[in-house]
């Protein structure tokens, strides 16, 4: 049997000389506690020698994904397949299968194959010959290191470190932006207050303080180049007229070094902010499409990596960034956020008030899959998420027509404007629409009644019906028999009762006529004389 075993420096090929002991796994690490012992069990056959630095590398990177090397295919072919009946014994199972197809090779792996390289890597310096131990341990640190650099540097979840680094400084550097200018702004308000209210732009502010200093210098200088012509002359004529303090030079050169900062690290930031848009169009193209580079960096920085952030599902996606106030609301058992940060996407802000869950919802479905296609697909190009966002469009169109149609229109169709054509009717104006009194007064009803008594007719009044009072259910059947007999004679006592009241009311109806007829014919009277 033969053994293939890597080292830093290069290949070796063994013999084992007594293949029996193999069979005793457990105590195979005894035979090789001394190097005579070691050399009793296998002897090296072949050892490969690599040339640099970047060959020893190259035949690492090969074995871990499991190829065959040129320098590994070279040392097989050269003593291997001289004796093609041996067994060869390897440390990877996956590296055996290539060599078996490539080369026709019978390979072993098994667990005292694995035990064995094991002992044979404790008695490596004494088993090669040749090599000084200083020179292994340098060609054994010299590869860590370089394979080390070589992962980090393809690694697909270290990758996407810049981007959670950037956008972390870019939200630092407007927190520290604001702070800067709310103290400019007050620091130099004490000395030109009225310089604050005129220019409200903050690079324009720090700008102009840091060109004016001193207020008395405003009348001469030129501010063109960083404020419109009105405000210019504005500023101008504010500084004739301040009520600020007096300030030393020292105060003055303070607040232009500050100024000089606000100014420089807003031009960072805007570099600072181009560089992470190109970032993002070059490792996540499809998720910047969906939500913009920012949102899409905020929410691979809460996640960690492009990779985890492919891990979540959408409804995960949805609620990211509102953590806080989800397990708050499932404390409470009240309602569950609808959005996190998916919220600052522009297709969320352009939505209404009402439709802003049921966007997020779907813009988080789509946006999970523009996320995986990104960090587990091949292509590199934003088809598949300018595709998904015309869609999210249009159903947002959708939605916004669906509320105009309930307002105005049949409710199938949305409501069409009819063709406008002029018609000219003349129509007169009524003038009873705006009075409030009854047509007819009372004059006129009195003057009725009289006409009517002139004819002799009698004003009719409408008769009063008396209420019944209710009956009790179980009453009612045995006193039907002991009400029939004083019915007749209540009723005769109603009707007499009735035709009185109608009497008297027709009497006294009759007197007061009578008395406002005498005041009428007296009126008339005075007139004539």
């Known amino acids: ?45 072949h050892f490969e020698k690599f040339q640099d630095t970047t060959d020893a590398l190259a035949a690492a990177t090969a074995l871990v994904e499991g190829k065959i090397g040129k320098s590994l295919k070279k040392v097989l072919k050269k003593v291997v397949a001289k004796e093609a ?66 992962k980090l540097k393809f690694s697909p979840d270290k990758v996407d470190t810049m981007i959670v680094q950037a956008i972390s400084l870019l939200d630092d550097l407007d927190k ?35 060109k004016i200093g001193d207020r008395t210098n405003v009348a001469g200088s030129d501010l063109s180049d960083i404020l419109p012509e009105e405000i210019e002359a504005e500023v101008k004529l504010a500084a004739e007229i301040s009520m600020g303090t007096e300030v030393s030079e020292e105060d003055i050169g303070n607040i232009r070094h ?55 599902p959408a409804s995960t996606v949805q609620i990211l960034g509102a953590e806080k106030a989800l397990f708050r609301a499932l404390k409470t058992r009240k309602d569950t956020p609808k959005y996190g940060l998916i919220y600052h996407a522009s297709l969320v802000g352009q939505t209404t008030a009402k439709n802003k869950g049921k966007i997020s919802r779907m813009l988080a479905a789509k946006t999970s899959l523009a996320i995986r296609y990104d960090a587990l697909g091949e292509d590199t190009n934003a088809e598949m998420g300018a595709e998904n966002r015309a869609k999210l469009e249009a159903r947002l169109r959708m939605l916004e027509d669906k509320g105009i149609r309930k307002i105005s229109g049949s409710g199938k169709a949305m409501a069409r404007a009819d063709k406008y054509q002029h018609k000219s009717e003349v129509k007169m104006y009524d003038p009873s629409g705006d ?82 007829k005498k005041k009428k014919k007296v009126k008339e009277e005075e007139e004539d004389e």
């Open 1 to 45: 049997m033969l053994v293939l075993f890597e080292t830093a420096a290069g290949y070796a090929i063994f013999k084992v000389l007594d293949e029996s002991k193999l069979q005793q796994v457990d105590s195979l690490y005894k035979e090789f506690e001394t190097p005579e012992k070691a050399n009793k069990v296998v002897k090296l056959k």
């Open 85 to 150: 009946h041996e067994q060869l014994a390897i440390s990877d199972a996956k590296l055996g299968g290539v060599i078996k197809d490539k080369l026709d090779l019978n390979c072993v792996h098994s667990p005292a194959v694995a035990e064995l390289m094991r002992c044979i890597r404790s008695q490596i310096e004494s088993l090669v010959t040749g090599l000084p131990p200083k020179e292994m341990s340098a060609m054994s640190l010299g590869l860590a290191h370089s394979l080390s650099r070589y």
């Open 176 to 210: 520290e932006l604001n702070n800067y200018i709310m103290r400019c702004r007050e620091w130099y308000g004490w000395h030109f207050p009225e310089l604050g209210k005129v220019v409200t732009d903050n690079l324009a502010y720090c700008k102009t303080v840091r």
């Open 258 to 312: 500050l100024c000089d900062q606000v100014v420089e690290i807003t031009e960072y930031r805007a570099q600072l902010y181009d560089y992470l848009k190109n970032r993002m169009m070059a490792i996540a193209p499809n998720l910047t499409v969906m939500v913009g580079e920012l949102v899409g960096a905020r929410l691979i920085s809460h996640a960690g990596s492009l990779l985890n952030l492919a891990k979540h």
């Open 435 to 516: 009075s409030t009194i009854p047509s007819t007064s009372k004059k006129r009803k009195f003057e009725e009644v009289e006409e009517e008594e002139e004819a002799g007719e009698e004003p009719v009044t409408p008769a009063v019906k008396a209420k019944k009072p209710k009956k009790e259910p179980g009453v009612a059947e045995e006193a039907e028999a002991a009400e029939e007999t004083p019915k007749k004679k209540k009723k005769k006592k109603k009707d007499k009762s009735a035709e009185a009241e109608q009497e008297e009311k027709s009497n006294g109806n009759s007197s007061e006529k009578k008395k406002k």
